[in-house]
Each structure stands twice: as structure tokens, then as C-alpha cells.
């Protein structure tokens, strides 16, 4: 079973820059397209970010265009979400997202498409 730890939350100023790491515990990484989602209380879990199994292509939702950058590292078992710019209306926890399906998808900003999360990690963006 794929396992993923997310990493690197925590508190920044609105402006500021924060960079999430998660963590994948099997030798089947590169196999997956790694998403990041988020949830602030009360709300719907929303799509932030995708890369595809060999880096390429990267999907951002229209919130986080040009502040965000996913990547990933298939030789450390790692994606990434260097985030800057950051405002309070992105303080929410991040989740990582592994899918197993490499091929395209139009439907990749669907939380359902994700088969393993890992527990998240809380960004708060103060004003």
C-alpha cells in the first residue's frame, strides 16, 4: 500500500514563501501522478496542483497560477509545493495525493481520481 507523509506547514505572513514536501513510502513513485489538494474548515476540498508520473505536465487551478509550483523528484520519492506570494485565503491544510492512472485525464482536478492521501499539513498565512 502507497503511504504518503506531508511535510513543511506551519505559519507565514501574507507575501511570505512556504515549500511542502510529501513523502512516498514505496519503490512505485514514479508509477503515479502526484496531486495537492486543500481544505480550509468548512469547506469542500479544492485542487491546488498535479504532476504527471515523469514531471510533465503540471496543473495548477486558476488560485494558485503563478504563486505555485509543483515538482517532483522520483529519485528521492518526493513531490513538492513551492508556494509564494502566499495570502491569508490560502490558509487551509494541504494534502498530498497519489493517482494511479498515468494516463490523461480531463478529470484530474477531482479529489475521487486520488486513491492514496496522506494526513495533511496546516498553512496559516497571516494578515
Known amino acids: 500500500q502507497v503511504q504518503l507523509v506531508e511535510s513543511g506547514g506551519g505559519l507565514v505572513q501574507a507575501g511570505g514563501s512556504l515549500t511542502l514536501s510529501c513523502a512516498h513510502s514505496?519503490?512505485?513513485?514514479?508509477?503515479?501522478?502526484m496531486g495537492w489538494f486543500r481544505q480550509a474548515p468548512g469547506r469542500q476540498r479544492e485542487f491546488v496542483a498535479r504532476?504527471?508520473?515523469?514531471?510533465?505536465?503540471?496543473r495548477y487551478s486558476d488560485s494558485v497560477k503563478g504563486r505555485f509550483t509543483i515538482s517532483r523528484d522520483n529519485a528521492k520519492n518526493t513531490v513538492y509545493l513551492q508556494m509564494n506570494s502566499l495570502k491569508p485565503e490560502d490558509t487551509a491544510v494541504y494534502y498530498c495525493?497519489?493517482?494511479?492512472?498515468?494516463?490523461?485525464?480531463?478529470?484530474?482536478?477531482?479529489?475521487?481520481?486520488?486513491?492514496?492521501w496522506g494526513q495533511g499539513t496546516q498553512v496559516t498565512v497571516s494578515s
Open positions: 514505496g519503490d512505485t513513485f514514479s508509477e503515479y501522478a
Open positions: 495525493a497519489a493517482d494511479p492512472n498515468t494516463s490523461y485525464r480531463s478529470d484530474y482536478f477531482a479529489p475521487t481520481n486520488y486513491h492514496y
Open positions: 504532476v504527471s508520473s515523469s514531471g510533465r505536465p503540471t
